[in-house]
């Protein structure tokens, strides 16, 4: 009983590293090849959102291939951010650099990792290149749109980064760069328009 239990999980441990298979496969070559477009916000009213103060940090638009995502709905933030995207542009939007890594989305993070016994590019230019973003639907059409949005699909989203505080002592901030890494460097996007070019 103890073997048994034991190569349940070494199995389910593979399978976490696996992450979710995509449910569109594109051809090889960078198919979201530039940087997002990030615009810092001088004078913007805050806004109020399930109770919750939106702040808005910056206009943000990119471009970008679904890499991961992943439902949230218990944790303090499903019900502003209830999916995390993890995007990829530049080398990242590249089906066949995506192929050569493992990636899993848990706890609101995004983890990626070799399949092989070297990365295809430079960990830092990966890095660079994608990002796990908590997506905070501006409506309900934009909620419903961001539930259809398909693992290996290019998509074009369109809104603000944004911070988010509560009464209640609750924080939640966007960065607002793509080279930090670890805790906070994820971005808080209000989306407020979502195209989906490739799938």
């Not at 944790?75 to 530049?90: K, S, T, V």
């Not at 848990?106 to 092989?116: A, L, P």
């Not at 230019?125 to 961001?146: C, D, E, F, G, T």
Request: with cysteine.
């Amino acid at each position: 009983m103890k073997k048994f239990a034991a190569i349940l999980l070494v199995l389910s441990l593979l399978g976490w590293w696996q992450g979710q298979p995509a449910d569109i496969d594109l051809p090889p070559g960078a198919k979201a090849p530039h940087d997002p477009l990030q615009t810092r916000l001088k004078n913007s009213d805050s806004f109020t959102l399930k109770g919750h103060q939106v702040s808005p940090l910056a206009r943000f638009d990119l471009e970008a291939k679904v890499l991961a995502k992943k439902r949230y709905r218990t944790d303090r933030g499903a019900e502003l951010a209830p999916f995390d995207l993890a995007l990829g542009w530049g080398v990242m939007s590249d089906q066949s650099v995506v192929d050569a890594l493992s990636i899993r989305q848990t706890g609101r993070w995004y983890i990626f990792r070799t399949r092989n016994q070297s990365f295809p590019h430079p960990m830092d230019l990966i890095s660079r290149s994608s990002a796990n973003m908590h997506m905070v639907p501006s409506s309900v059409l934009i909620s419903r749109k961001l539930s259809e949005i398909r693992v290996g699909s290019i998509v074009k989203f369109s809104g603000k980064l944004v911070s988010i505080s509560h009464r209640d002592g609750f924080r939640w901030k966007s960065s607002l760069t793509r080279n930090d890494q670890g805790d906070g460097a994820c971005e808080l996007f209000y989306v407020e328009s979502i195209r989906v070019t490739q799938e």
